[in-house]
């Protein structure tokens, strides 16, 4: 009887060892599968998704061959830690409230024209005056980018530039022949920004808006004219509701901007910075800088199936005109003294810059 009582409790005590093991394999397991759930969400806290706002449509060359390349080229110099959506044709932000959308954090990345708001950009307005010659979208957005970090504007510190990039030099489209100075007196033509200006004083009525109302208001006669790059007439189909090019590069070049808000850009791990970095310097020299002009060359071609009439301006001509703008710049080397910059040295960097890289890109 003693011996089956003490066989009895070794018995116990044995399989109470056993539990107790079994015990400790559960927490182990137990432990070891939140550890292995809780590793994913790790990585994704730090996947960075960012929004990014533009005005162009989906079907435009700035999206598809600038705007998503680019995206895609930072996921993967970042390893799918930073990946950017895009939100084209004004369906985050109109184009006029990009800037202030990105600073405010509305868009964390913007992509728009700083003549949509102008006087906010008031140095940067510089790169936008009539009566500075550019060979090309390529030596415009050349001057525009190195001018900017030569310059370093205040206006624009409160986001982070990515890159900065232009249109080159622009071009009447009327409904309307003009071919000389007389034939614009009165005539409506959308522009903004410094273009309006222009065309204010060569006897024009300027009327302001984006891009992708042009259109409409053409087919509808708001407006008879735009000033603006050629690639308009196929990117935004103007062709269509235009029936004459007037050739004059002295009065247009506009600006665009890919910036970030601040706040998100300083949250970013430094090596990430630096990759992005790297991919807005490639975009910038092989599709940025250049992507007007070969929008440029194939809308020509799509304007003389249409039809288009062009007209080249005489030399007399062109000159009276120039005549006429030279006072915006130096209305802009005033408004620059006012604001305690030295707008003679703003205004010769850029003719400078301009001399040099319409050699290197004629």
């Given amino acids: 009887m003693k011996k089956r009582l003490c066989k009895s409790i070794k018995l116990r005590s044995i399989g109470k060892g056993i539990l107790l093991g079994v015990l400790a394999l559960s927490l182990l397991f137990v432990s070891g599968c939140g550890q292995t759930a809780s590793a994913p969400a790790e990585t994704k806290s730090q996947t960075v998704e960012l929004k990014l706002a533009h005005f162009f449509p989906a079907t435009h060359p700035a999206e598809k061959e600038l705007v998503q390349p680019w995206a895609k080229a930072i ?20 184009a006029d409230a ?22 906010s950009f008031p140095v940067s307005e510089v790169f936008e005056l009539p009566g500075i010659k550019y060979a090309n979208s390529k030596a415009a957005s050349k001057v525009a980018w190195e001018g900017i970090k030569e310059l370093n504007p ?18 009447l489209y009327t409904k309307e022949p003009v071919r000389a100075l007389k034939d614009l007196k009165g005539l409506e033509i959308r ?41 308009v007439l196929q990117g935004w189909k103007q062709a269509e509701v235009t029936k004459y090019v ?10 665009f901007y890919v910036t ?17 970095e790297m991919v807005n310097q490639k975009f910038f020299e092989e599709v940025a800088m250049g992507l007007w002009d070969k929008q440029n060359e194939s809308a020509l071609k799509y304007a003389a199936e249409k039809g288009m009439e062009v007209i080249t301006l005489s030399q007399e001509e062109q000159n009276q005109w120039i005549s006429l703008i030279k006072p915006i710049q130096d209305d802009f080397v005033t408004q620059m003294n006012q604001k305690g910059e030295s707008g003679q040295e703003i205004l010769d960097k850029v003719k400078n810059l301009a001399d040099q890289y319409n050699k290197e890109y004629q």
Wanted: with cysteine; charged share 20%.
């Fill in 75 to 94: 996921d993967t110099a970042t390893e799918g830690r930073v990946k950017i959506t895009s939100y084209p044709g004004q369906t985050l932000l109109q």
């Fill in 98 to 119: 990009v800037y202030d959308g990105v600073v405010n954090g509305i868009a964390d990345v913007g992509l728009s024209c700083f003549s949509y708001t102008r006087g």
């Fill in 154 to 171: 205040k206006e624009v510190q409160d986001t982070k530039l990515m890159m900065v990039f232009t249109t080159g030099p622009g071009d």
């Fill in 191 to 231: 522009a903004t920004g410094l273009s309006a200006k222009s065309l204010a004083a060569l006897g024009a009525m300027p009327v302001a808006m984006a891009q992708s109302e042009a259109y409409e208001a053409l087919s509808k006669g708001v407006v008879k004219g735009n000033l603006g790059p050629v690639e």
């Fill in 246 to 255: 007037t050739f004059s590069p002295f009065l247009y070049n506009n600006l």
């Fill in 260 to 276: 970030m808000n601040l706040d998100k850009w300083n949250s970013l791990d430094p090596k990430d910075q630096k990759a992005i």
